[in-house]
């Protein structure tokens, strides 16, 4: 299995860790000297106190942690946060409250999972014509209910 380097940036932060021994995505905490507090409505960068160096042709993907988003309405704002290969800055995790409620996130909560994946970056032609498919030109439901 290949490995990743994280540099700690602050003391206090944590490496991220896997739920499970088959879990796709690792768990990010945050790093904070004290809590925050995030009203309904907002948006908040929460640190993780970490840099990774994600290998050459792949991206670290953020995702919601599902009972996060699900039990406390709390998810990144930008739904999939993506950190580049070339990226050696600290992981922030922008938070969205989508709940009624204000949530407090405190040192070491678990706020976001990374999954680490493959990136094909094609170049860009301009083409005068595609190639035909079935589906052609059909947009959102064109395929059914």
């Known amino acids: 299995m290949e490995k990743i380097n994280v540099k700690l940036l602050r ?12 879990a796709a995505g690792a768990d990010l905490y945050a790093c904070l000297d004290e809590d925050v507090t995030i009203s309904p409505g907002e948006t908040k960068p929460v640190p993780t106190g970490i840099a990774l160096e994600v290998p050459r042709n792949c991206a670290g993907l953020v995702y919601a942690r599902s009972g996060l988003a699900c039990k ?24 969205h409250n989508h709940s ?7 040192h070491g909560d678990r706020i976001a999972q990374i999954v680490i994946t493959p990136v094909f970056t094609p170049g860009f032609i301009q ?6 498919t079935s589906r052609g030109n059909g947009g959102f439901g064109s395929t059914g209910k």
């Open 11 to 22: 003391s206090g932060a944590q490496l991220p860790s896997y739920g499970s021994e088959e």
């Open 72 to 95: 406390q309405g709390l998810a990144p704002a930008n739904k999939v946060g993506v950190i580049d290969s070339d990226y050696r800055g600290e992981v922030l995790v922008m938070l």
């Open 100 to 106: 009624s409620e204000d949530r407090v996130i405190s």
């Open 127 to 132: 083409a005068e014509d595609l190639s035909c």
